[in-house]
């Protein structure tokens, strides 16, 4: 079975920057889109960032577009986040699944989950 491992999270101040990353334990990730989803306490899971893996197509949630940018190389996953904010607190996970485009964003759309890593932002 398919294991993700986030690495990365921790705590920072508000403006701060942090690099996540995300390694496949077996499985290459050709063929698949990988994501970040974050989740932050009471909130539901969401959407942070993807990216095709063969093509490099990139998505972005609103609130963090022009801030985080998701990239790929040799079996690993990042998510460069900058301008870092107390609202971006959440634990972050990584995902990787087969989803369509309109589907890209939608956390059922992953059939393959890490198990997280803490990202706090706090002056």
């Known amino acids: 079975q398919e294991q993700l491992v986030e690495s990365g999270g921790g705590l920072v101040q508000p403006g701060d920057s942090l690099r996540l990353s995300c390694a496949a334990s077996?499985?290459?990730?050709?063929?698949?889109?990988m994501a970040w989803f974050r989740q932050a306490p009471g909130k539901e899971r969401e959407f942070v960032a993807a990216?095709?893996?063969?093509?490099?197509s990139t998505y972005y949630a609103d609130s963090v577009k022009g801030r985080f940018t998701i990239s790929r190389d040799n079996n690993a996953l990042h998510l460069q986040m900058g301008s870092l904010k107390p609202e971006d607190t959440a634990l972050y996970y990584c995902?990787?699944?087969?989803?369509?485009?309109?589907?890209?964003?939608?956390?059922?759309?992953?059939?393959?989950w890490g198990q997280g890593t803490q990202v706090t932002v706090s002056s």
């Open positions: 995902a990787a699944g087969r989803p369509i485009t309109s589907t890209v964003r939608r956390s059922d759309a992953y059939g393959y």
């Open positions: 077996r499985h290459t990730f050709n063929g698949y889109s």
């Open positions: 990216i095709r893996w063969m093509q490099g």
